[in-house]
C-alpha cells in the first residue's frame, strides 16, 4: 500500500514536470515570434534568445545532448514539420514522462503477480512512447496535406501580384498576410529569414525541409532557375498552377474511391492489439498463458505482429496510388 502511495506521488510529479516543460516551451516560442515579428514589421530592436533561467534543468541538459547526436537533427526537422514548440530534448522528455507515467499506471492495475505487472508495465511505457509518435506524424502529414491543398491559390495570388509588378519577396510577404494557415506561417517565416540576411535560396530551402512537398519543391525549382537565367517567371507558375490544380483534385477523386481501403487497413490493424490489452486488464489470468509458456507464447505474438504488419503495409501499397 506505502509502495503505490509513493507511486502515485511519484506519477503526479511527472506529469506536473510535463505540463511545465510544455507551458514553458511553447510560451517562450511564441514570446519570441511575437518579438521577432514585432522587430521585422517595425523596426525596432530585436529581442533575440530565449530565457534559459525559466527552463527546467532537466530539458536543458538533454536539449545539449540531442544536438550533439546524429538523430537529433532529424527529430527537429520532424517537430518542425508538425509545427510543435518543441526543441528536440523537451520532446524526449515529454515521451519519457509520459511512457514513465502510464507505465506506473498500468504497474499500479496489473494486479497482483509480478510478472503480470511487470509485463503491464511495459504494455504501458510502449503506449506512453508510441501515443506522441504517432501524434507527431499525424500532425505531419494533416499540415502537409493542408498545404498542398492551398497551394493552387498561393501560386495563383503570386502570379497576380508579380503581373502587377510585384516581385518575389513581395508576392511572398503578400501570400503572408492574404492566406490562411499553414501556408501564411511558413511563408512569413520565409519573408522574415530574408529580412534578417539569409539567401532566398536559403530561405526556400529552409521550406522545403520543413514542407516537403512534390509540388512545393516544383515550385522552388521554378524560382530558382527563373533567378539563374531569367525568364517570365509569372508564366511559368502560372503554368505549375495549372498543374497543381489537376493532382489536387485527381489526388482528391483518388482519396476518396481509397478511403474504404485505408480505414480498413487501420481499423484491422487496430483491433488485435486493442483485444490483447483490453483482456489483459480484465482477466489477466487467460492471458498469462502467453507467458507461462515463453517459447511458444513469444513466438505466437510475434508470428501475429509480424502478419499483421505484413497485412497493413499490403493493404496501403493498395490504396497509395501515384499521381
Known amino acids: 500500500m506505502t509502495l503505490g502511495i509513493i507511486l502515485i506521488g511519484l506519477i503526479v510529479i511527472l506529469i506536473l514536470v510535463g505540463i511545465g516543460v510544455y507551458v ?7 514570446m519570441m515570434e511575437e518579438r521577432l515579428g514585432k522587430y521585422l514589421e517595425q523596426g525596432q530592436p530585436a529581442q533575440s534568445g ?8 532537466l530539458t536543458e541538459w538533454v536539449n545539449r545532448r540531442v544536438e550533439k547526436s546524429s538523430w537529433g537533427d532529424n527529430l527537429s526537422r520532424s517537430l518542425a514539420r508538425a509545427d510543435l514548440k518543441f526543441k528536440p530534448g523537451e520532446f524526449i522528455a515529454f515521451v519519457v514522462i509520459v511512457a514513465v ?14 510478472t503480470a505487472k511487470l509485463v503491464s508495465a511495459v504494455i504501458g511505457f510502449v503506449m506512453g512512447v508510441a501515443l506522441p509518435i504517432f501524434y507527431v506524424r499525424s500532425q505531419q502529414g494533416r499540415r502537409l496535406s493542408k498545404f ?16 502587377a509588378g510585384y516581385s518575389t519577396m513581395q508576392a511572398m510577404e503578400a501570400i503572408s498576410k492574404e492566406l490562411p494557415a499553414p501556408i501564411n506561417e511558413e511563408f512569413r517565416r520565409v519573408v522574415q529569414e530574408m529580412q534578417l540576411g539569409i539567401s532566398m535560396d536559403k530561405a526556400l530551402d529552409n521550406l522545403l525541409r520543413r514542407i516537403p512537398s512534390e509540388d512545393l519543391d516544383f515550385v522552388i525549382t521554378a524560382i530558382d532557375v527563373q ?32 478511403s474504404q481501403v485505408r480505414a480498413s487497413g487501420s481499423i484491422l490493424s487496430g483491433i488485435p492489439f486493442a483485444i490483447f490489452i483490453l483482456i489483459w486488464f480484465i482477466n489477466q489470468e487467460y492471458m ?36
Open 227 to 258: 533567378r539563374e537565367v531569367g525568364g517570365p517567371l509569372a508564366e511559368i507558375l502560372d503554368t505549375i498552377a495549372f498543374t497543381i490544380r489537376e493532382r489536387v483534385r485527381i489526388k482528391g477523386e483518388i482519396r476518396v474511391m481509397t
Open 101 to 114: 507515467t502510464l507505465g506506473g499506471l498500468a504497474w499500479f492495475l496489473g494486479g497482483t503477480d509480478p
Open 24 to 30: 514553458s516551451s511553447s510560451s517562450e516560442r511564441n
Open 148 to 163: 498542398n491543398n492551398q497551394l493552387g491559390d498561393m501560386l495563383n495570388l503570386m502570379v497576380n501580384g508579380l503581373r
Open 50 to 57: 530565449r530565457d534559459d533561467k525559466s527552463s527546467t534543468l
Open 288 to 323: 498469462m498463458e502467453f507467458f507461462n509458456n515463453p517459447l511458444c507464447g513469444g513466438i505466437a505474438i510475434g508470428v501475429g505482429i509480424i502478419m499483421i504488419i505484413i497485412g497493413y503495409a499490403i493493404m496501403m501499397k493498395i490504396a497509395d496510388i501515384e499521381v
